[in-house]
């Protein structure tokens, strides 16, 4: 089976050095989707930066093969620096 | 892969042979107290030895077992298989660890056990432990114990999956192996190998392997484990306490004194 690595960035990048393998990339999607969510579950916060949390799939190759894109956008902007 | 060892019927059992279930003893005495003629009958239960492989399968769901086996070396885990195919580890199993005093008592087996590593087993036929359980209520408590703190053990895993987050929740798992290694054999380095892969700790932990890996890199920039290749070590207990908020009560190491 391939191996797929799973970047993150949430403000800093964290690199995946291991990686995982899995079927095809249709299952490194589905793998990818899942670890944002268990990375929100630990910590919503995690997105209350300004760049939100970006999970990128890479093949063994560096090749790109999905990005999972993940922001939360608030009605009044300037609200949290007046508190 | 071979039949598990829940299907196994023994014929030609052997006596005693010289302190092969030492660990076992020792295990059962970090639990609960036992008299001296206690532990030779417990010394003296006529046995099988059985060397698996890694993966080897030990106990199966459905089974009706005849032999205890019980852990001499190596690891081994509890599991259960959701209709998906999705593992859930439930329990781990270390050296001197009987692995079902529950079947003396109930008829099938409920879950999967399999080899982590390569094991040494000693197979006590069922029957025998129950005789001996009946003449020595001191016998049967200690059994009953160990079923008992094993279960605390599995509320506190419950908790663990359920409410900690992934970098207490490791840590918590690790500290937890730390605590029962340094106490069956009786040392205090920091250092243990944990002879389980990311894959397997997801299955544990209940996260995904690419979760594992990034909580492992934190907790190893934190220098509570060392990670050499593809092999893991902790290194700082109190490190690893700190961050899993540990307290051991629930392994009930005041019960022995």
């Known amino acids: ?83 | 892969m071979s039949e598990p060892i829940s299907r196994m019927t023994m014929h030609n059992v052997g006596g005693a042979d010289g302190g092969r279930l030492d660990i076992f003893l020792r295990k059962l005495l970090g639990q609960c107290r036992l008299s001296t003629i206690d532990q030779q009958h417990l010394l003296a239960l006529p046995f099988q030895l059985r060397d698996l492989p890694a993966q080897a399968s030990i106990l199966h769901e459905g089974d009706s077992a005849r032999v205890c086996p019980i852990l001499l070396s190596g690891f081994a885990y509890r599991y259960k298989i959701a209709a998906d195919g999705g593992r859930q580890i439930v329990s781990l199993r270390i050296p001197g660890d009987p692995l079902d005093f529950q079947s003396l008592y109930l008829q099938t087996i409920d879950h999967h056990m399999q080899a982590l590593t390569p094991v040494s087993l000693a197979l006590v036929p069922l029957p025998a432990l129950e005789q001996l359980a009946e003449a020595r209520p001191s016998i049967a408590r200690a059994i009953l114990v160990d079923i008992l703190i094993e279960a605390s053990i599995g509320r506190e895993w419950q908790l663990n999956i359920g409410r900690r987050h992934a970098l207490p929740r490791l840590a918590h798992f690790l500290c937890e192996f730390v605590y029962r290694m340094q106490l069956i054999f009786a040392h205090s380095s920091d250092e243990i190998e944990v002879p389980i892969t990311q894959e397997q700790l997801a299955d544990i932990l209940g996260l995904t392997p690419v979760h594992v890996n990034r909580t492992l890199k934190t907790i190893e920039q934190a220098g509570a484990v060392v990670r050499k290749g593809r092999r893991l070590y902790t290194r700082d207990v109190a490190a690893l306490a700190q961050l899993a908020d540990f307290t051991p009560l629930y392994l009930h190491r005041d019960n022995a004194n």
């Not at chain 1, 391939?2 to 990048?13: A, E, K, L, Q, V």
């Not at chain 1, 995946?16 to 910590?43: C, K, T, W």
């Not at chain 1, 995690?46 to 063994?60: K, P």
């Not at chain 1, 956008?73 to 609200?79: N, P, S």
Request: glycine share 8%; charged share 30%.
């Open chain 1, 1 to 83: 089976m391939p191996r797929y690595f799973f970047h993150t960035s949430d403000g800093s990048c964290d690199r995946d050095d291991v990686g995982v393998e899995l079927a095809d990339p249709a299952a490194a999607r589905r793998e990818a989707i899942r670890y944002g969510g268990s990375l929100l579950h630990d910590n919503p916060d995690i997105i209350a930066a300004t760049n939100g949390l970006r999970v990128e799939v890479v093949d063994e190759q560096g090749q790109f093969c999905t990005a999972v894109l993940i922001h939360a956008v608030d009605a009044e902007r300037g609200t949290r620096d007046a508190d």
